[in-house]
């Protein structure tokens, strides 16, 4: 049982650029979550997704889109990356009773 | 909105010391409680719940009550191991809505010397 997981586990972009962080979850959970953690300001919700099919912005969406493309994965997608994008990007996934369970993160900087 | 205050750190203790983080939460409902701990390079994990008022969480000697009343769920550990080094979250879900959003707080750091 691997619980959630992220690909890939480190990156460096340059301003510009696009990439796409991946995420799986092998828990058959319905909801899920990407979240970016940066020094002092704890984790902010970037997107999540309810349930397969639908999305939903979080509190930090700007720059960012993000595809469930099934009940297992929900990716995050940079477009044109930027400086202050540079943080670390955690996905998680939701239980029976409201906890979250997350994945390793990817540690992404962008110069 | 909601909101969780966690007491500032970083706090350093010595092994065997006994552990309080406190965490206060403003919300408009009746959320669920839960404590996150984060060790260097990786994930957050879960580490105790409580989904009601009065309700213990507790986990690896790790304990925590919601206290409605004082809308607090303070974390605390009776001897503290080097092995506890980690940073510290407290969390709260906010229901009725299509999703468990989680607001956190900004994270305590404890560092435990031998």
């Known amino acids: 049982n691997a619980g959630v997981t992220q690909t890939p586990k480190f990156q460096v972009l340059k301003t510009g650029q696009s990439m796409t962080l991946q995420c799986a979850q092998d828990?058959?959970?319905?909801?899920m979550y990407w979240y970016r953690q940066d020094p002092g300001m704890g984790l902010r919700l970037i997107y999540y997704?309810?349930?397969?099919?639908?999305?939903d912005k979080g509190e930090v969406p700007n720059g960012y889109n993000v595809s469930r493309l099934n009940k297992r994965e929900f990716s995050l997608r940079l477009e044109s990356a930027a400086p202050s994008q540079t943080s670390v990007y955690f996905c998680?996934?939701?239980?029976?009773?409201?906890?979250?369970?997350f994945g390793p993160g990817t540690r992404l900087t962008v110069t | 909105g909601n909101s969780v205050t966690q007491m500032e750190g970083p706090v350093t203790l010595s092994e065997e010391a006994f552990l309080t983080i406190n965490c206060t939460y403003t919300?408009?409902?009746?959320?669920?409680l839960f404590w996150y701990v984060q060790y260097p390079g990786e994930g957050l994990q879960l580490l105790l719940k409580?989904?009601?008022?009065?309700d213990k969480g507790s986990n690896k000697g790790f304990e925590a009550t919601y206290r409605k009343e004082t809308t607090s769920f303070h974390l605390e550990k009776g001897s503290v191991q080097v092995s506890d080094s980690a940073v510290y979250f407290c969390?709260?879900?906010?229901?009725?809505?299509?999703?468990?959003?989680?607001?956190f707080g900004q994270g305590t750091i404890l560092t435990v010397h031998p």
């Open positions: 409580a989904t009601k008022a009065d």
């Open positions: 919300a408009t409902g009746y959320p669920s």
């Open positions: 969390a709260l879900s906010e229901r009725g809505t299509s999703y468990g959003k989680l607001t």
């Open positions: 998680a996934s939701e239980g029976q009773i409201y906890e979250q369970y």
């Open positions: 997704s309810a349930s397969e099919g639908t999305t």
């Open positions: 828990m058959n959970h319905n909801s």
